[in-house]
């Protein structure tokens, strides 16, 4: 028999509930008030003014061009604008290969850039402009002497150039380094053909094509002829085959074969010198 409970016993219990959701409705009410509050307070306030703008990643140009381009400026509302546009902006200049713009704390803006990569120089009208690997020609900045990266010449086709620059992208720093010049010398069986002179006095020439698979492994077939003990500076050629000459028998038409010099150990943690057409990777 279930048992029968008074109204008048369920009163206290209800006029409880009742309670607790009506400070619960004002608990909420007072919150919502003072969050207004507040948030007009700031954005009526110099803290939610941009007081710092920092800039990482730029290399190719200054700062200030930088801030120009996005468009922001210290003293501008850290919420009258958006990120994504800002990055937007930012990469249409085809120098930046990544941007991304955040808010950081309350006053600051943090641009982090990711610029593409100074790979060789183009000569125009006796200057020397940086080419990037993109195959961008970046004319903002310009030198007489260029000192850090290999000088084209000759390379008036600009997809020859892209499809150099992606290649050099490739290489071991330590090769890119040893590049002093590039030259293009095309023919009619192989219009990939080009002719680099190198910073040790070596000349190599190679194609387009095979280039970072190749010549990688240069700083290993220079150290293979240098152990024959005598020597003499000339011509490595990594087009088809891998053979060397030195300039005396390149003028006099004498083929040296790499195959012809002692083999040796290599360096831990590269591949054998090549020496031969077979072993070369395609």
Known sequence: MEKIIDIEDRIPTLREKRKKRTNRKFIVLVSLFFLTLFLLLYFQSPYSEIKTIKITGSELVQNEEYLELSDLKVGNSMWGFRSKEVEKDLLQQKWIKNAEVKRQWL?????????WDKVAYISE???????????????KMSTVEPID???????????????LLKELGQLKPTVLALISQINATPTS??????????????????????????LNYYPSIVAQIESTGEFEKGIIDIE?????????DE????????????????????????????????
Do not use: W
Not at 255 to 271: S, W
């Open 149 to 163: 990266a290999p000088v084209f010449l000759a390379f008036d086709d600009e997809k020859l150039r892209k499809r």
């Open 240 to 248: 088809v085959g891998s053979y060397y000459r030195s300039y005396s």
């Open 107 to 115: 006053t600051t803006v943090e641009i982090n850039l990711q610029e």
């Open 251 to 282: 003028y006099s038409e004498v083929d040296f074969n790499i195959d012809d010099l002692e083999e040796e150990d290599l360096e831990e943690g590269e591949q054998e010198v090549i020496t031969d057409e077979e072993s070369i990777p395609e």
């Open 125 to 139: 009208d006796q200057v020397f402009y940086p080419m990037l690997e993109n195959g961008y020609v970046f004319k």
């Open 189 to 214: 069986s192989d219009p990939y053909a080009i002719t680099l002179f190198m910073n040790d006095g070596y000349e190599v020439r190679a194609e387009i094509t095979s280039l970072s698979d190749k």
